[in-house]
């Protein structure tokens, strides 16, 4: 079956760069949502979009932005990359009548 | 807001001992509940689930939670752990329609 899609699976940037984390969502899902997993942390919810319009947010940094498109996959974008950014960050998608997410494998981002 | 409380956060057994994983949760209205495994360096994978009915629920690989809900409890269950079943254990809560709040994690060592 087919499963999320994250891409990439590793990313290595500087500081004060910028990165851009793709999430190919389950077919006919329409629902997407971004968390980020610190080292030895449970995963903080950053932002959700259902069918293109964000419809929650977490503690999602200004210097990040994200959008769903029209195919329903999800980009986050992070500028101005910090150290503290380094973390896994996982994508997670569901159709809205059943509430169940499945979450793809992860970016894990390193900022040097 | 909901929360999530994970009251052990390291757990040590030996093969073939039996695992109780406790979880507290905050809300007191309908509740949608979660645990969810993830092995060392991989994503998270859906344990079990509770939406609704009956408040023992059976997931994969042996694993069972009960809801309580007078004691607002998701406790997780499995009679005779493996060395297998080493990973970090999460429970969740979906609070609204777009948000899934996680516990801290417990980090389960199996010893062979």
């Known amino acids: 079956a087919a499963g999320v899609i994250q891409s990439p699976r590793h990313l290595i940037k500087e500081k004060r760069e910028t990165a851009t984390l793709k999430c190919y969502p389950i077919?006919?899902?329409?629902?997407v949502y971004w968390y980020q997993q610190g080292p030895g942390q449970d995963p903080q919810f950053l932002i959700s979009?259902?069918?293109?319009?964000?419809?929650d947010k977490g503690s999602i940094p200004d210097r990040f932005s994200a959008q769903q498109f029209s195919d329903y996959h999800s980009e986050l974008n992070m500028s101005s990359l910090e150290l503290g950014d380094s973390a896994l960050y996982f994508c997670?998608?569901?159709?809205?009548?059943?509430?169940?997410?499945?979450f793809g494998q992860g970016t894990r981002l390193t900022v040097v | 807001a909901q929360s999530v409380s994970q009251h052990n956060h390291h757990v040590i057994l030996s093969e073939a001992a039996s695992l109780e994983l406790g979880c507290n949760y905050s809300?007191?209205?309908?509740?949608?509940l979660f645990w969810y495994v993830q092995y060392p360096g991989q994503h998270l994978q859906l344990l079990l689930k509770?939406?609704?009915?009956?408040?023992l629920v059976k997931g994969i690989k042996g694993f069972e939670a009960e809801f309580i809900k007078s004691k607002f409890s998701f406790n997780l269950r499995k009679p005779s752990v493996q060395w297998s079943d080493t990973a970090e254990y999460f429970c969740?809560?979906?609070?609204?329609?777009?948000?899934?709040?996680f516990g801290t994690g417990t980090r389960l060592k199996v010893l062979a």
């Open positions: 997670a998608s569901s159709n809205r009548g059943h509430h169940e997410a499945f």
């Open positions: 077919p006919r899902h329409d629902t």
């Open positions: 979009f259902y069918e293109k319009m964000q419809s």
């Open positions: 809300y007191g209205g309908t509740v949608n």
């Open positions: 509770y939406f609704s009915g009956d408040p």
């Open positions: 969740a809560v979906k609070q609204g329609t777009y948000k899934y709040i």
